[in-house]
């Protein structure tokens, strides 16, 4: 049986004291009445915030192992919910009411900004964007354009002005979520810039704890919430006007308008082959070892539910 076959496209665990199930694009969610929450990053794979109808191979062990390096590696310059990772697919963190807003922070204009761009709006999110620029520059500082985070459907942009005007947060709230996204950034370049890649954009979501603390949650710095160029060869590419090379779900997005498919009504999602799914595999792989700089190691997945039920029972019991 091929590895394509065997993929978690949807977690079916029995936990004691779950209150809430929730299962999302990418995630399931599980709220536990002792204030922990246990997320399990399946195999699924959104674009244009439609859900495609095959799941890839190892990539939410890839998002899961992923996001707990890089939780360890940036805690000390904003907290987040993490406290455990039991099961390549798993982590377990503190319960958080999410804040419905993600922070998009760009360093370069590339993908949605680039199409904005493109049609000749210098704005974005009531962040300006400089007159003469070409796809994939590098802004003179990082941009944050917020969009609200929909339970159903499509994410929408969003200005700062909007944020406050609705609701969504304090001020004080606003401006401690933007500190934190500008220091997760500087620390997601320099960590990427070590490992030869430049970190082109990306998303943060937070939550706040019980007790009112501000936390960073879900992913970070994953193929699924970052775009990564390959900084050997960037600055070449860009004085001769070539594509840059990168390491991101862009190519599936692309791959994607190519057939005829951008999320909206009564378009088809092409026929997703053996060997797109397979690459797309690969793709994850690389960038996890390209941003760890250790091997990957997969993870069984002959019952990827029952290894994970036996892994958490464990842990919550421990």
Known sequence: MSTVEHTLMRSELELPNV????HGKVRDVYHLSDGRTVLVASDRISAFDVILPRGIPHKGQVLSQLSWYMLQATAHVAPNWAIAHPDPNVIIGRRCETFRVEMVVRGY????????????????CGASMP?????????PEPLITPSTKAEEGHDEDITPERILQEGICTPKEWETMCRYAKALFAEGTRIAQER???LVDTKYEFGRTMNGEILLIDEIHTPDSSRYYHAAGYAER???GERQKQLSKEFVREW??????????GQVVPDMDDAFVESVSARYVELFERITGTRFVPAPTDDINGRMQQALMEHLAG
């Open 109 to 124: 204009l590339a993908g949605h900004a680039w199409r904005t761009y493109q049609s000749g709006v210098r704005e974005l």
């Open 196 to 198: 030869g890649l430049l």
């Open 19 to 22: 209150e809430s199930v929730y």
């Open 256 to 265: 994607l308008i190519k057939g005829g498919f951008m999320g909206k009504e």
């Open 131 to 139: 007159d003469g620029m070409l796809e994939s520059d590098r802004f």
């Open 238 to 240: 860009q004085a001769n």
